[in-house]
DNA sequence: TCAATGCTTCGATTAGCATCGAAGCATGAA
DNA sequence: TTCATGCTTCGATGCTAATCGAAGCATTGA
């Protein structure tokens, strides 16, 4: 009928909610079997394998076989940086599917966004660089200065490393609760993975949020509290 | 059910192809009347009043009463950022819906991305700027540089002006057809301006092409030609 | 006041799609 | 071989959502 690319057909994947709910438990860049994530959208394994394997026809996931499980992931940071595009727009016009809990508390605090951290604390990072002049921020686009490429060298981070891949060393991301940009890119994963490294915080089994322990949060207030 | 932004709404409303059609013909920037919406996706007046409803509801519209007609719009820039962000990802992926006609050939050639030039004259302008070290491109962040700055003062582009607006001034948009980078942000809103003001270029009726005229397109090649 | 236009609401129809039970097919373990 | 697990395919079902004809409202113009 029309001429250009079919964003109905993405659109209508996403548009289902147990499609949906699979998506956002993809967004953790962990890759699931097809039974988790039936567990994730409250499905039988039936209709799982069923939507699954419209996703992947739809190039939105990828799939590995591993023995008898079938690994699923996203099929690129595109289809995560997506996610977050349609999260960021939804939240920001209230679509919220209202639930508030301790869980949701945990995830307003600190949470995976597609690999890198996102929530008050991902936010913390964000202006703490900013405003010590570590980062520059022109609108969209967000530049390593001397002084932050030093700071990060010795928090243990190898930026010349970084720079050599084709990812954006620095990204903006907009977070949907703080409503306030995080740190994307590769240098945002690597602040997280640093984390870990040092057990300043770990990761929650059941869910995308990340907790930290009380030493950690202390230390992390001590190095990004403006 | 799960916390979080409702993005499966945003995806319903995007995945209905009637309701996809309209939303990319809202693309061009201009606001339309139901009637013309009704036209463009192919469908009744009262389809089309039943969709429209739902995406102003999904706060993706708005709608201007003005007579006995009303004119919708998308609400946002963020909402037209987010459907390219879909157009590029689907046509990375090959989910074209094939038709090629001499319409189509001028779609490829030149058309309008919401404010600003795609197409293949869209990327040319992108390349020649970049080759002759106009502007800087890392990642996805672009810049300006001082004798871009001079040049496009030259061509009648207020950039001081447009510096001081809100919007990012250069950003770079994947073209779905030529699936490189073009220019967008306020400077490319500005130089489509330009071309209008120049009468070198002037807007279809019926869709979103943009047409040069032949001495029109002969000074943009001796302007932007690498 | 009457007619025409643009749009919405109502009602009925239809088709497509998500869902799940049951069965089938691999893989791995005993 | 036999059993258990993880996943897919098949078939049937039920429901929702898109669609359009017809009628109803509002605005404009004569």
Redesign the interface.
């Known amino acids: 009928?029309?001429?250009?690319?079919?964003?109905?057909?993405?659109?209508?994947?996403?548009?289902?909610?147990a499609?949906?709910?699979m998506?956002?438990a993809l967004m953790s860049g962990k890759a699931l079997t097809a039974s988790e994530l039936a567990c994730e959208a409250?499905i039988t394994s039936q209709t799982a394998s069923f939507h699954l394997g419209k996703l992947e026809a739809?190039?939105m996931l990828v799939c590995r076989k591993q023995g008898r499980h079938r690994y699923f992931a996203l099929s690129g940071p595109?289809?995560g940086?997506?996610?977050e595009?349609?999260?960021?727009?939804?939240?920001?016009?209230?679509?919220?599917?209202t639930?508030?809990?301790p869980?949701?508390e945990a995830?307003r605090k600190a949470r995976i966004c597609y690999n890198h951290l996102a929530g008050d604390m991902g936010v913390m990072i964000y202006d703490a660089l900013l405003e010590r002049g570590f980062i520059e921020d022109?609108?969209?686009?967000?530049?390593l200065t001397d002084t932050g490429y030093a700071f990060s060298g010795k928090f243990g981070i190898d930026i010349a490393h970084l720079s050599r891949q084709r990812?954006?060393?620095c990204?903006s991301c907009l977070d949907?609760s703080a409503r306030k940009s995080h740190l994307a890119g590769s240098l945002g994963t690597a602040f997280l993975e640093r984390f870990y490294e040092l057990r300043w915080a770990r990761r929650e089994k059941t869910s995308r949020a990340v907790i930290f322990s009380a030493e950690g949060e202390q230390r992390f207030r001590d190095l990004f509290s403006v």
Not at 89 to 95: I, P, W
Not at 138 to 143: A, E, K, L, T
């Open positions: 009928m029309k001429e250009g690319p079919d964003i109905a057909l993405l659109g209508n994947m996403i548009g289902d909610p499609r949906a709910n998506l956002l409250g739809a190039g595109d289809v940086h997506l996610l595009t349609l999260m960021g727009l939804a939240a920001r016009q209230g679509h919220l599917r639930r508030t809990g869980r949701d995830m022109d609108s969209d686009r967000i530049d990812r954006p060393l990204r949907w």
